[in-house]
C-alpha cells in the first residue's frame, strides 16, 4: 500500500484483517520496522481518538511523531493554482507538502468537508494538494469524504463480535443538533461492501447518501423494520446529501433506544465517537453491556497500525 486515503486503496480485506489481529496480540512485535522513521499528524479540525491512536499505533511500531494543529499553529494555507497570494493566506500548499516531506516519512491529514460546496468537498482539495506536492505516503485522518481508518476499525470490531458468519449490520442516522459530514457512513458503507455481512442502511426519506457510494446497498426507510433480526446496529448522523449540508430532519424518534434495540437480534450497538447522548442514542443503550463503542474505539489503534504496517514495508521494498 503506498497512499491510504480511501477504503478503496486496501488490497486484501481478509489479509488487513488478520494483520490487525496479529497485531493486537502483540502490538509490539514490530519496533524495529518504524525505527528512525517520522509520521506527520497534521491537523485541520479536531480530534480525539483519530490523534491519539495514529499516535500510539506509530510508537508501537518504534516511529517518531509530530502533531501539528495546522489551522491554529500554521500558516494559513493556499491551495489554489495560479493564486494571487495577497489576501490572508501566507503559504501554498505546493511548498507547505514538500517541506514537510522532508522532515516526515508520512503524512496524515485531517481536513472536514465544508458542506456549503459540494463540488468542492468532492474534489477533496487539501487531501489531493498533500498527494499531489508531498513526495512521501499520504494518509487520511478523515477528509471530506471519507474516514478510512475508522472503517478499518469497524470492520475489525465487527469480525470479533459477530457470531454467525454473515451478520446483519444496520447503518441508522440518528438526529443530531449540528450538520456533520458523510466521512463515517461512506467509508462504513464502502467497508460493508467489502465484507461478508447482511448490510442495510435505514435513514429518513430524503437522507440518501452519495449514490455512487452507496451503490447497490439495501436502504429501508422504515427504521423499526430495518433493526428486525439486526445484530450490529451502527449510528451515525450526516447532514443531507441532496440539499448538501442541510438539516432536514432531527426527528427524535430516529434516537437508537432500549425499545429500538429490543427489536434487533440482541444487536451490538457501535458508533465512532464522540457521541451526543439522548440525541442519537439513549443514556440506557450507550451504558448497557449492548454497547461496544469503546471496544471499537479501541481497535483504532489496532487498524491504524496494521495500516502504517503495510505502508512502511511497501517502502522498504
Ligand atoms: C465528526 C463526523 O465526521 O461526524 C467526526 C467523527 C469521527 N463528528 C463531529 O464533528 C461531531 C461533532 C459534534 O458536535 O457532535
Given at each position: 500500500m503506498k497512499h491510504f486515503t480511501s477504503v478503496n486503496d486496501i488490497e486484501n480485506l481478509d489479509e488487513l484483517l488478520l494483520l490487525a489481529k496479529q497485531i493486537k496480540s502483540n502490538p509490539f512485535g514490530n519496533k524495529a520496522l518504524g525505527k528512525n522513521k517520522t509520521i506527520g499528524l497534521l491537523f485541520f479540525n479536531p480530534s480525539l481518538r483519530t490523534r491519539l491512536s495514529t499516535q500510539k499505533a506509530a510508537t508501537n511500531l518504534g516511529m517518531n511523531t509530530i502533531v501539528m494543529n495546522l489551522n491554529n499553529d500554521g500558516w494559513s494555507l493556499e491551495f489554489e493554482d495560479g493564486a494571487i497570494m495577497n489576501s490572508n493566506k501566507a503559504e501554498h500548499v505546493k511548498e507547505a507538502a514538500q517541506v514537510i516531506s522532508q522532515y516526515c516519512d508520512i503524512i496524515a491529514i485531517r481536513s472536514f468537508p465544508s458542506l456549503t460546496d459540494k463540488t468542492k468537498d468532492e474534489e477533496e482539495q487539501v487531501l489531493n494538494s498533500f498527494k499531489k506536492y508531498a513526495s512521501v505516503p499520504v494518509i487520511s485522518l478523515e477528509s471530506a469524504t471519507e474516514h478510512p481508518l475508522q472503517a478499518v476499525a469497524d470492520i475489525l470490531t465487527i469480525s470479533e463480535f459477530k457470531t454467525k458468519k454473515k451478520p446483519k449490520v444496520v447503518l441508522s442516522w440518528a438526529p443530531h443538533p449540528k450538520a456533520l459530514p458523510h466521512a463515517v457512513p461512506n467509508s462504513f458503507a464502502k467497508m460493508m461492501q467489502l465484507a461478508d455481512v447482511d448490510f442495510v442502511i435505514t435513514h429518513p426519506k430524503g437522507y440518501e447518501l452519495n449514490p455512487e457510494i452507496i451503490g447497490k446497498s439495501k436502504i429501508v426507510h422504515n427504521q423499526d423494520e430495518a433493526f428486525k433480526d439486526a445484530d450490529f446496529i451502527y449510528a451515525k448522523n450526516w447532514s443531507n446529501y441532496n440539499e448538501y449540508g442541510q438539516i432536514l430532519s432531527q426527528d427524535p424518534l430516529w434516537t437508537i433506544t432500549s425499545d429500538k434495540m429490543k427489536l434487533t437480534n440482541s444487536a451490538k450497538f457501535m458508533h465512532c465517537l464522540p457521541v451526543r447522548r439522548n440525541q442519537i442514542v439513549s443514556d440506557e443503550v450507550l451504558d448497557?453491556?449492548?454497547?461496544i463503542v469503546i471496544q471499537q474505539a479501541n481497535n483504532r489503534t489496532y487498524a491504524a497500525q496494521a495500516i502504517l504496517t503495510q505502508i512502511l514495508e511497501n517502502e522498504n521494498n
Open positions: 448497557s453491556e449492548t454497547s
